[in-house]
């Protein structure tokens, strides 16, 4: 019910653009965000948002380069990455979890709250 597209791999420095189609059931109810996972490495939170009005959530780590936005009327969720480093490197997951806004817009993010996952895109930055 998440399909994610827009991964790949680019020279340190450059741009990608992560997309997440979702149902607008999904999309309207749920905290959105992504999560990746690099090699030998657990899966992290990256960014989240609940409503396009609200200040999302986004990691220390990739703050000021990263930027997640989503499309309430193409019930679309969006990753822009800057600036990406090797060390941003992995699998991004779209996921949609059920947790309040407040928890959603401040970072917490329990796997065990994910109701839906993207099947997962791979990002390489060299």
């Known amino acids: 019910q998440l399909v994610e597209s827009g991964g790949g791999s680019v020279q340190a420095g450059g741009s990608l653009r992560l997309s997440c189609a979702a149902s607008?059931?999904?999309?309207?109810?749920?905290?959105m965000g992504w999560l990746r996972q690099a090699p030998g490495k657990e899966r992290e939170e990256v960014a989240a948002?609940?409503?396009?009005?609200?200040?999302?959530y986004v990691a220390d780590f990739v703050k000021g380069r990263f930027t997640i936005s989503q499309d309430n009327a193409q019930y679309t969720l969006y990753l822009q990455m800057d600036g990406l480093r090797p060390e941003d490197t992995g699998t991004y997951y779209c996921a949609a979890a059920a947790v309040p806004t407040q928890y959603c817009l401040s970072g917490y993010y329990p796997p065990g709250n994910v109701g839906y996952w993207g099947q997962g895109t791979q990002v390489t930055g060299s």
């Open positions: 948002i609940f409503d396009q009005g609200d200040s999302p």
């Open positions: 607008g059931y999904i999309h309207s109810r749920y905290c």
